[in-house]
């Protein structure tokens, strides 16, 4: 009898990815990466907010400018928006996904809880959630201005000073700042770990380096509404 | 030493179960944890009642067959195995919690003990090298660097008592995983079959039910044997290696 030498079709590189919880972990990780790069480019963007009015609307403009004469104008915007949007909803996606199993996995609680986790761990979830809610009111806010007081286009510096005279611009902005904070102390380390950069002797750089930029991060970007409170940028 | 104790009394797998209180008293300071039970099961079965029911066998501290979770802790307060554990670590008056391993992974099969054997399906599906069998190679055949030698060691410390999984909060098995397959990804002899064990070990881990890893480093500290959170980092390497360069599972 003749062996049988054909073997079934291997799965594919992205199926078996997709498929197990390392695998997930990697886009989760990989995709919060993209947005922490962003992110950090943003807070740099937006500082410019504390040189006047002409500094930062002439930075907005010239965002729209990148790659010209190539480029048309505000392409390069537009191919950055389709690269965030799959990395938040890949991110939300597997998220998800992989809540729904760790959920699962522990069906009954101890009867004895302990305090366990410190409160960036703890609060991944709806971190998490507060986040989604906060870049949809952010884009209605200051990108479409739906939901401006001002609404003027072409002049970001002013939609920005309307948005933060509200009190309930500044609640939602600070907030979700303070959440971002947290997501990212322990979003950052839990990266470096699922991408095996991590290792006994990185340990502790890298948990400095994650506290360290959650903390610039959140202290950036809310130091923009509390100096329009202050009445620093007007 | 007068103890109350609280502890998880169910009769079968699909039978519920209930906290239960048991007074004990003349329990000694040098008393393992185990032989405190030991001390309750003989009284209960005086009294005519069913004995509690829990896993032990070497009461050494290397087989990994003992385990429950008190006052919320795998093992209890102190790092080490529940055989290990003394009683001079609790108070005379105490109230101790003691509670079976939670997790989907391993269901209750009576009063303390659960079915772990998710954990041997994870290791025969790569926990292993295929090594022909016949008279023991030369000690020197096969030269092992030190630092690799130390990793592996670190890592075959493991004793599959399953605390990791009773302490994570997504019942996740990644640090025990992640010390079989470092423990023999790191060896010469375990070479061969680097990225299907890799594969195949993730792969009856996420079938077996278990969570996944939020890194929130609960499994390393309770670990007994001290296998370090960074152990998974390693494993999560091995996996994307295996993966980018189109390693194929055994199994599955």
Known sequence: MALATRTPRPPSLIGSVWRSTVGKKTIMAVSGLIMLGYLVSHLFGNLKVFFGADDFNGYAHWLRTIGEPILHHGWFLWIVRPVLLAAVILHGVTAYQLSRRDLAARPQKYAHQRKEQSYATRTMRWGGVILTLFIIWHILDLTTLTVNERAEEGHPYENLVASFSTWYGNTIYITAMIAVGLHIRHGLWSAAQTLGVASARRTRALKIASNGLALVMSCGFISIPVSVMLGLVD | ?252
């Not at chain 2, 609280?6 to 007074?23: K, L």
Request: glycine share 10%; aromatic share 6%.
């Open chain 2, 1 to 252: 030493m007068r103890l109350t104790l609280r502890i998880w009394r169910q009769t079968g797998p699909d039978e519920p179960g209930a906290m239960t209180t048991y007074e004990v008293d003349g329990i000694s300071e040098d008393m393992s944890f185990l032989e405190m039970l030991d001390h309750l099961n003989e009284e209960l079965i005086l009294g005519g009642d069913e004995p509690v029911a829990f896993d032990q066998d070497c009461r050494e501290g290397i087989c990994g067959a003992c385990g429950m979770v008190i006052n919320g802790q795998a093992h209890g307060p102190e790092r080490t195995t529940t055989c290990q554990l003394h009683m001079r670590h609790f108070n005379d008056g105490d109230t101790i919690d003691i509670e079976p391993w939670r997790a989907s992974a391993f269901p209750v099969v009576k009063d303390l003990v659960v079915d772990r054997s998710a954990f041997d399906r994870i290791i025969s599906s790569g926990g292993f090298i295929s090594a022909p069998t016949g008279s023991a190679p030369d000690a020197h055949a096969t030269p092992v660097p030190k630092a690799a030698a130390d990793l592996a060691f670190e890592n075959a410390e493991c004793i599959g008592c399953g605390a990791c999984v009773a302490a994570c909060p997504n019942g996740s098995a990644m640090l025990f995983t992640s010390a079989k397959v470092v423990h023999l990804n790191v060896l010469p002899q375990g070479a061969p079959e680097r990225e299907s064990r890799v594969l195949d070990m993730v792969g009856t881990m996420d079938a077996e039910g278990f969570g996944g890893c939020t890194n929130t480093g609960e499994c390393a500290t309770a670990c007994p044997k001290g296998i370090p959170l960074p152990t998974i980092a390693a494993m999560n390497r091995e996996y994307l290696r295996a993966t980018v360069k189109g390693g194929k599972r055994r199994t599955g």
